[in-house]
């Protein structure tokens, strides 16, 4: 944690020299590393803000997320991008957040987009369901990643099973963990159906991949509850956006925030909201995966994290609030 924090420390260091006289007018933006779909997202959010909303956003690859959203409440950064149910736990010292102090400067500016994870497998092997994984390889640790831990368990809770129930095969984190499986060290592994790693796995693997369904029932969604109370079930049909979707699948749904700390200026917050809310059209085509955000669900309630000022001023303005 100290090494991490260093390194932390020391990339915003850099970037405030690097910015200069600028740097009133510069927020740091913390994501994943490069490869995860969620720096994707910021890089596209980024431009798309910076020709808009006369803001410099500065997107800034962390280890993890818990580095992420430290960066927020150490005021070391404006804005992070994180799940839902990860904000709830910062707030509550809970999850992998355990080990910190609550983070109670953590706000909402708004909810992305719901996002769909779930666990590929070679799609000529024997793997068919998600209870056949029981006894197979799977990444385990996840140390540079450690919300991998719960995503996976929501996927095989699916299934009935757990990590608990497949051999584990240690790995630091998500890119890791999808190149373990394509070098034929895993049997399956958890990742975002959209992240790039996907058609780069799916590409290099004779035969390609196939995402694994779970089934829609209310013993299922009570089964991903357990794991995360904020976890749910999306369906997903096959397209060109998805590699390994080769018919209608059931996967792992999560809602993706943009967040921001409570140190941040109202009229910040206020411009990176409004330019993201007004220009959808930017945002799709830096990736297709912005087709799933809506501007009018962008300020859902949530019960453990508030929204920042600044967004809700937008969203009274937009006569989408429907918070207190």
Do not use: C
């Not at 994501?31 to 997202?41: E, F, K, S, W, Y």
Request: aromatic letters at 8%.
């Amino acid at each position: 944690m100290t090494i991490q924090a260093g390194r932390l420390r020391f990339s915003f260091a850099a970037l405030a020299l690097a910015s200069g006289a600028a740097a009133a007018q510069t927020v740091g933006f913390t994501t994943l590393p490069v490869g995860a779909i969620n720096n994707i997202q910021a890089q596209v959010i980024a431009k798309v803000v910076q020709g808009h909303a006369g803001l410099q956003v500065r997107v800034i690859p962390v280890s993890g997320t818990t580095a992420t959203l430290a960066a927020v409440q150490n005021k070391q950064a404006e804005f992070s991008i994180s799940n839902i149910d990860n904000v709830a736990d910062a707030m509550r010292s809970e999850g992998v957040f355990s080990q910190f102090p609550r983070m109670d400067n953590q706000r909402l500016a708004f909810k992305l987009l719901s996002f769909p994870i779930g666990i590929m497998v070679r799609n000529d092997g024997p793997i068919k369901s998600i209870q056949d994984l029981k006894g197979k390889r799977f990444g385990s640790g996840f140390q540079g990643f450690p919300n991998l831990i719960p995503l996976s368990n929501g996927v095989l809770a699916g299934g009935g099973i757990s990590l608990n129930d497949t051999v584990g095969v240690p790995v630091s984190g998500l890119i890791p963990a999808a190149d373990d499986f394509k070098a034929g060290k895993t049997d399956g592994t958890s990742i975002a159906l959209e992240a790039p790693k996907v058609k780069e796995v799916h590409a290099a693997i004779p035969g390609g991949v196939r995402f694994l369904s779970m089934p829609d029932t209310p013993q299922t969604r009570a089964a991903l509850q357990k794991v995360k109370p904020e976890y749910g079930i999306m369906r997903i049909e096959p397209g060109p956006r998805f590699a390994g979707v080769l018919e209608p699948i059931n996967v792992l749904r999560i809602d993706l925030m943009i967040t921001t700390g409570g140190h941040v200026a109202d009229e910040v917050v206020y411009k990176f909201v409004k330019a993201v809310a007004e220009n959808k059209a930017e945002l799709v085509k830096g990736h297709p995966i912005m087709n799933g955000f809506f501007p009018e669900r962008m300020a859902q309630q949530y019960d453990t994290v508030k929204y920042h000022p600044g967004a809700v001023k937008y969203y009274r303005e937009r006569g989408i609030w429907s918070g207190s």
